[in-house]
Nanobody, 122 residues
Framework: QVQLVESGGGLVQAGGSLRLSCAASGRAFSDYDMGWFRQAPGKEREFVAASSRMAISQYYTYYAAFVKGRFIISRDNGKNTILLQMNSLNVEDTAIYYC????????????WGRGTQVTVSS
């Protein structure tokens, strides 16, 4: 497993942007599928975006429908970091955002960070 620590959350006005970062420690970060999830108050945790390994140094990215082109997930394997650039934020994006890792061939995400709070004001 890897250890994950998120950062970059905060308070932003609607229409603004934030960039979340997740630092991973452990071995073979480049072999992991990496994802971002979020949980709003009173709601279940939901998928936001993921970067999944296709082959050596090849990844594909995919997003939840509600992202609608506003968010971009990227990874820097040299720095063991996964990023989530969030643009055009709205109040419905207010949530705790979690980074997660899934080993090759695994169906479930196994490692989770503690989360970073994102609050969007109107």
């Amino acid at each position: 497993q890897v250890q994950l620590v998120e950062s970059g959350g905060g308070l932003v006005q609607a229409g603004g942007s934030l960039r979340l970062s997740c630092a991973a420690s452990g071995r073979a970060f480049s072999d992991y599928d990496m994802g971002w999830f979020r949980q709003a108050p009173g709601k279940e945790r939901e998928f936001v975006a993921a970067s999944s390994r296709m082959a050596i140094s090849q990844y594909y990215t995919y997003y939840a429908a509600f992202v609608k082109g506003r968010f971009i997930i990227s990874r820097d394997n040299g720095k063991n970091t996964i990023l989530l650039q969030m643009n055009s934020l709205n109040v419905e994006d207010t949530a705790i955002y979690y980074c997660a890792a899934r080993g090759a061939g695994r169906s479930n995400y196994e490692s989770w960070g503690r989360g970073t709070q994102v609050t969007v004001s109107s």
